[in-house]
């Protein structure tokens, strides 16, 4: 952190930033955020009163990187489920 902080307040970060790509910084972002969010998020996601949606939402988000899709799946599939299994 101290060292981060001597990087910002000298002014070198703009410097540093033009020799790394921005492609390798999301990517590696993309990395730690799928391993970081969806093991301690996947608890909370599976119900025994519902364990189809909630992995289907998380299948989407993760395959289409949009959230919304991911909502917009979990609740096509609870509402199929209710409909067809009567859940």
């Known amino acids: 952190m101290l060292l981060m902080g001597i990087i910002l307040l000298s002014g070198l970060l703009p410097r ?4 790394n790509p ?3 910084i999301a990517g590696f972002l993309l ?3 799928t391993a970081l969010a969806i093991p301690a998020n996947l608890g909370g996601v599976i119900t025994p009163a519902d364990s189809i949606s909630g992995p289907a939402a998380i299948v989407v988000t993760t395959t289409t990187s949009d959230p919304f899709l991911g909502i917009v799946a979990g609740v ?3 509402t199929a489920m209710r409909l067809l299994a009567g859940i």
């Open 16 to 19: 540093l930033a033009r020799y």
């Open 76 to 78: 096509v599939v609870r």
């Open 22 to 24: 921005a492609a390798s």
């Open 31 to 33: 990395v730690i955020g």
